[in-house]
Each structure stands twice: as structure tokens, then as C-alpha cells.
């Protein structure tokens, strides 16, 4: 899968590992930074993950910056975009087969390394249930 990721300073660590992981895997990853622990502002990177998957360069994305609250916010201003922030299986699960959300934003200082590795497992496996939350979810570009 063709996979945008993207952190500030606070996740860039969390980042790098993931990035090997999915590399690992067989992945095709996109990394849009930040590329060292200088801090940065975490909405640069976020508006760049988003738009390479609100444009469809990229099928999923992946944010992290200390608690996932600013990148998820930020991420979600691009229209195409659902940004789901997750904390555990049960989140990341639900965000793909509910809401079919297309970014997972985790927090690396709120959330603990074999964690993340699980949810995005989940995330990047999961399909979307459709149905009932097909409708539910065009409501949203509605807005
Ligand atoms: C950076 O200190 C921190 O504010 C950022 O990583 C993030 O948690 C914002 O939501």
C-alpha cells in the first residue's frame, strides 16, 4: 500500500520506527518529515500528509506529534480527509470499518510504541464495513 506519513519533533522518533516497519513490510512510504528532532510546526506537516492522500497520491496516511490532538486537527481541514485520532486496537479498528478514515493520528508521548505498531497494523488491514456508515460518512462531506 502507498502509505503518507509525517510527524513533528515530538514524534519523530515513533516515526522512524514506523517508517522502517512498513518499509520492512513492503510498503510503499511516502515520508514528508520532519527528518530530525528540530522543532517544527506540526500543522506543515500535517496539511502535506493530508493533501497527498486527499489527492489520492497516497491511499493512507499516518501522523504523530506528542498527543495526535494538533495533527488530527489540522489534517481534517483539507476537504477528503478523515483524520482519525486513535489510542488502541478498538479505536483504529472502528476509525476504518465506521469512518472509513483515511489518516491515523497518534500521540507518541500519550500512547506506547507496541501500541502504535498494533494500530497501524489495524488501521492499514481493516476495511470498511460500509452500509449504514456509508451514508453516515458522505454526510460528512456535506458539511
Ligand atoms: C509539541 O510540543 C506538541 O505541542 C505537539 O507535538 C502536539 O502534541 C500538538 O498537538
Given at each position: 500500500m502507498k502509505v503518507a506519513i509525517g510527524s513533528d519533533h515530538a514524534g519523530?522518533?515513533?516515526k522512524e520506527e514506523v517508517l522502517k516497519?512498513?518499509?520492512d513490510e513492503g510498503h510503499d512510504v511516502v515520508d514528508f518529515g520532519t527528518y530530525s528532532h528540530e522543532s517544527v510546526d506540526y500543522p506543515d506537516i500535517a496539511h502535506a500528509v493530508a493533501e497527498a492522500v486527499a489527492s489520492?497520491?497516497?491511499e493512507r496516511g499516518i501522523l504523530?506529534?506528542?498527543?495526535?490532538i494538533g495533527m488530527s486537527i489540522a489534517a481534517n481541514k483539507v476537504r477528503g480527509v478523515?483524520?482519525?485520532l486513535c489510542h488502541d486496537d478498538?479505536?483504529?479498528k472502528m476509525a476504518r470499518?465506521?469512518?472509513d478514515a483515511n489518516i491515523l493520528a497518534v500521540g507518541s508521548r500519550t500512547t506506547a510504541m507496541h501500541t502504535i505498531m498494533r494500530m497501524v497494523d489495524i488501521f492499514l488491514s481493516t476495511?470498511?464495513?460500509g452500509g449504514r456508515h456509508a451514508d453516515r460518512v458522505s454526510k460528512i462531506e456535506k458539511a
Open positions: 519523530y522518533d515513533a516497519k512498513l518499509s489520492g497520491e497516497c504523530l506529534c506528542g498527543t495526535g478523515r483524520a482519525a478498538f479505536t483504529a470499518e465506521h469512518n476495511e470498511f464495513a
